[in-house]
């Protein structure tokens, strides 16, 4: 049975960082590319991240490139995002997903809010 649960959620001021976690069970993270999409209210879901599974290359939507990084740790089979300089427009359910580039399974999303 293949499972994703995120974790790390949580309210934040401007300026703050969280750490997301996603941890993958039925598989391994060398099979699926694991990735964040996110869905803010009244807008529509985006990809946010992923990390490759063949050459651990990373890809990131343009808005949050050089403040997110996301990476993996096979050996724990979870996949974190590093979310700094956090913005209120990162406000969203953020969602871990495989396969990024063809979605087949999602978590149940993790809350996170950005707000002075």
């Known amino acids: 049975q293949v499972q994703l649960v995120e974790s790390g959620g949580g309210l934040v001021q401007p300026g703050g960082s969280l750490r997301l976690s996603c941890a993958a069970s039925?598989?391994?993270?060398?099979?699926?590319?694991i990735g964040w999409f996110r869905q803010a209210p009244g807008k529509e879901r985006e990809g946010v991240s992923c990390i490759s599974t063949k050459d651990g290359n990373t890809y990131y939507k343009d808005s949050v490139k050089g403040r997110f990084t996301i990476s993996r740790d096979n050996a724990k089979n979870t996949v974190y995002l590093q979310m700094n300089s956090l913005k209120p427009e990162d406000t969203a359910v953020y969602y871990c997903?495989?396969?990024?580039?063809?979605?087949?399974?999602w978590g149940q999303g993790t809350q996170v809010t950005v707000s002075s």
């Open positions: 997903v495989a396969d990024f580039w063809n979605p087949i399974y």
């Open positions: 039925g598989f391994t993270l060398d099979y699926y590319a």
